[in-house]
């Protein structure tokens, strides 16, 4: 072939695990709805930042190590990252992979998450509890959008892998992983019911 990909920005998409996910959501769902009832002090930063929804990012951001229903997510959230990671081919230098943040989401009508990264974490990701029908998906940008430059714009058809925004939809029991560096938003959210996901960072020491 006389033309090649480099380069390329891997996204991994797949179920949380094989069966059980139903009441595993309706665990997480509950637990999800209860810290928003709990945390004002997430509630008050949430007025400011994140405006008509709730997040627990930073209020209550490692939620694995005091919940018995986040630390056996943290466990099965690992295997995903773990062989992300090896599909990656970084070489960690014998280090073991770590959990560091991890959070909730709950969106309800109107509610938004604006473009951003993660700094100081390798791959980032998110698990979705609760996706009512037309919820917003998770919306992915080309890292080298600012070096297009004087370049056409894309054809209307084209091909996936040359678009340079790309939204995987929310989907209940699904685990998102991406390299924390990927630049990402959720847009409004159009539907009655609220969206509720989880998000995470890992590193590696």
């Known amino acids: 072939m006389p033309i090649r990909a480099w380069f390329p920005t891997f996204i991994y998409c797949e179920p949380l695990q094989k069966s059980g996910?139903?009441?595993?959501?309706?665990?997480?769902?509950?637990?999800?709805?209860?810290?928003?009832?709990?945390?004002?002090?997430?509630?008050?930063?949430?007025?400011?930042?994140?405006?008509?929804?709730?997040t627990s990012y930073a209020s209550l951001n490692e939620l694995h190590r005091f919940s018995s229903t986040f630390s056996d997510l943290e466990k099965k959230l690992t295997r995903h990252v773990r062989g992300f990671a090896r599909a990656l081919d970084l070489n960690l230098r014998g280090r073991s992979i770590r959990l560091t943040d991890l959070w909730v989401n709950i969106m309800p009508p109107t509610a938004?998450?604006?473009?951003?990264?993660h700094p100081l974490s390798f791959i980032s990701g998110t698990y979705y509890v609760v996706t009512p029908r037309g919820c917003p998906g998770l919306k992915f940008?080309?890292?080298?959008?600012?070096?297009?430059?004087?370049?056409?714009?894309?054809?209307?058809?084209?091909?996936?892998a040359n678009q340079v925004h790309i939204t995987y939809p929310a989907e209940a029991g699904n685990v998102v992983l991406f390299e924390s560096w990927l630049r990402h938003e959720v847009a409004a959210n159009r539907v009655a019911e609220e969206r509720i996901s989880v998000s995470f960072n890992f590193n590696w020491a």
């Open 141 to 160: 940008e080309d890292p080298r959008l600012d070096r297009f430059m004087a370049a056409p714009p894309k054809l209307p058809g084209a091909r996936r």
């Open 112 to 117: 938004a998450h604006s473009l951003h990264l």
């Open 21 to 54: 996910l139903a009441r595993l959501n309706a665990d997480l769902a509950g637990e999800c709805r209860q810290l928003r009832a709990f945390d004002r002090a997430g509630r008050r930063w949430s007025e400011k930042n994140y405006p008509g929804g709730y």
